[in-house]
């Protein structure tokens, strides 16, 4: 009885190992098949003041905006 057991774990094995082998060329096939972007601009991420990820760049500030609030606030007092 446990040379019958014997054969059918190899054979369980075996089938283990065609599965994963199989998968795995799925897996590498799939991944030749996508498109591959070496350009810069596709690797560049930005993070903003909150610590968010984005792609596309932060807005400019404009410092000249931000003195003339503080000179009008000046000039109030």
């Known amino acids: ?19 994963k082998k199989k998968e795995k060329k799925e ?4 991944r030749k098949d996508q498109p591959k972007s070496g350009k810069l601009e596709d690797m560049i991420m930005y993070v903003d003041e909150f610590g968010n990820f ?17 000179q009008n606030s000046n000039k109030s007092q």
């Open 1 to 19: 009885m446990s040379k019958n057991q014997n054969t059918f774990i190899k054979k369980q094995k075996a089938e283990l190992k065609r599965r």
């Open 27 to 30: 897996k590498m096939q799939a």
């Open 54 to 70: 984005s792609e596309t760049p932060p807005e400019p500030e404009d410092p000249k905006g931000k003195k003339s609030n503080q």
